[in-house]
């Protein structure tokens, strides 16, 4: 989908647009309930806004920009159209309703978002059939779709944050393999470019890699038990300063003794028992530990005498193991690395329009590789460069380690 041409990309707006639309319908069917409070945290977005912000980047970046042919080379301050709707900008630029602004604004309602998104994906198609067939011209379309590929991803992990009754299975759990080897190589981490690229994965730069064994899979739930029984929590020489400062300030609000929306954990209890999509559910031994911290994941690394993996070593593996038991999609996965900027590295303008740029968070974030359930499969790429800080455990997100 990276390389994606009019055709294709038509195609996958709709399917996008369609996603939103059906996810939007379930915040509304709570809020006609009033079962729908969405209070005003950093990990949440009010569901109008978040949606209403899918059609506007678009419109944005595609409709009202008259420049877009110039795809990435685009100046971020080309003068833009008029929108069909004349309180967009004020509604949806991140950039004018700053994030604890929105909860103050008199944002439209379900239906008139609804009709929006409808009308600004309409406008986006006809553009696009009329769009030159080659990068520069497919640039912001390909921008768009993968934009809203990841506000619906966003719109899953609220729908588990708030409690949303959501009709989408976890995958199921796999048997265990053995870790892989890989031997030592040279390789070219990160995007090279042609395509789509997101600014967080440029440019391609080699790498010495030196031999290393790598989990099959991402740590399981049966795994992770075995961590809190010996006492995981209570054990400050396996977690780093920052990490047991974290944990201490979670155990005098509410308590911590396994990832978010865990409500029981341990052989005593008998099982794994947590909240999924407001509904209490029993998770097999076998599924993908989710809803860590990166100081929970590194922590139970040390307990097991291994080390979380690099990123790296994960891109590697997932291009040259995965023949060999390399199992990767199920959850977004932590890695040892922090978010730097590589060689070339630009921030891309139109990802400053999100609150979703990767420049702020640099050498803050913990980067995150893989691609979750929650996640439209075309956004599973093995050189997507997901992050997030240390701290966040509202994204269905697990890890794999490596041997020291």
Known sequence: MR????????????????????LLSHYEQAAAEGKLDVPCRPELELPQWLAGHIGWLAEYWIGRNPQRSLGAACPPDAVRLASIEPMADQWFNPAIA???ARWQLQLPDFQAIR????DTLESTLELLDKT????????????????????????VTMAQTLGLPLKLALPVGVQARDPVLVPAGRWLLGSSPGGFVFDAEKWAH????????????PVNWGQYVEFVDDGGYDRPELWLPQGWEWLQREADQEGRRGPRYVEQIGSASGAVMRTLFGKSSRMSSSQSAMHVTWWEADAWARWAGRRLATEVEWEMAAHTASRRGF???DVREWTASTLR????????????????????RLGLARVQRGGSFAAR????????????????????????????
């Not at 009709?115 to 409808?118: D, E, N, P, T």
């Open 132 to 155: 030159a067939e080659d990068d520069q011209g497919l640039y912001f379309f390909r921008v768009a779709l993968f934009h809203e590929d990841l506000r619906c991803e966003q719109l």
């Open 341 to 360: 900027p590589w060689p070339g590295f630009e921030p891309d303008a139109w990802s400053e329009h999100t609150d979703l740029a990767a420049q702020p």
């Open 327 to 329: 199992r990767w999609g």
């Open 377 to 404: 499969s075309r956004m599973k790429h093995p050189k997507f460069r997901g992050f997030a800080l240390p701290d966040r455990d509202d994204g269905f997100v697990g890890f794999r380690t490596c041997a020291l």
């Open 115 to 118: 009709a929006y998104l409808l």
């Open 98 to 100: 700053t994030h604890a």
């Open 206 to 217: 080699e790498i010495d890699v030196p031999e290393f064994e790598i989990d099959a899979q």
């Open 3 to 22: 390389n994606a041409g009019r055709e294709l990309l038509s195609l996958a707006l709709m399917d996008a647009r369609n996603h939103s639309l059906h």
